[in-house]
Nanobody, 114 residues
Framework: QVQLVESGGGLVQPGGSLKLSCATS????????MNWVRQAPGKGLEWVAL????????YYLDSVKGRFTISRDNTKNTLDLQMNNLKPEDTGVYYC???????WGQGTQVTVSS
């Protein structure tokens, strides 16, 4: 029922930018806190960013503060992650997930390399 479809990943050089998007359906998006979570190659899941249901309150992993911006459009049930000044350590598969981390999409690959 719950569907989370991430897109926007790709290969970029250090210092570059990408905008990730997540199209959602099957749940009440407006009432859900939403997260971006990533998984680097061979490593575990790492929480990246969180936004409340109204979009006013945002929280970030320290290493991405000032570089990443999480946002949501409650009229379209979409979640975005603008990533600027990307670093090699940002490489990984990025997922959008609900507050409870109960449902997962396929993720989108972000590779930052020269």
């Amino acid at each position: 029922q719950v569907q989370l479809v991430e897109s926007g990943g790709g290969l970029v050089q250090p210092g570059g930018s990408l905008k990730l998007s997540c199209a959602t359906s099957g749940f009440t998006f407006t009432n859900s806190w939403m997260n971006w979570v990533r998984q680097a190659p061979g490593k575990g899941l790492e929480w990246v960013a969180l936004v409340n249901f109204g979009g006013e309150n945002k929280y970030y992993l320290d290493s991405v503060k000032g570089r990443f911006t999480i946002s949501r459009d409650n009229t379209k049930n979409t979640l975005d992650l603008q990533m600027n000044n990307l670093k090699p350590e940002d490489t990984g598969v990025y997922y959008c997930v609900q507050g409870a981390w109960n449902s997962w999409g396929q993720g989108t690959q972000v590779t930052v390399s020269s």
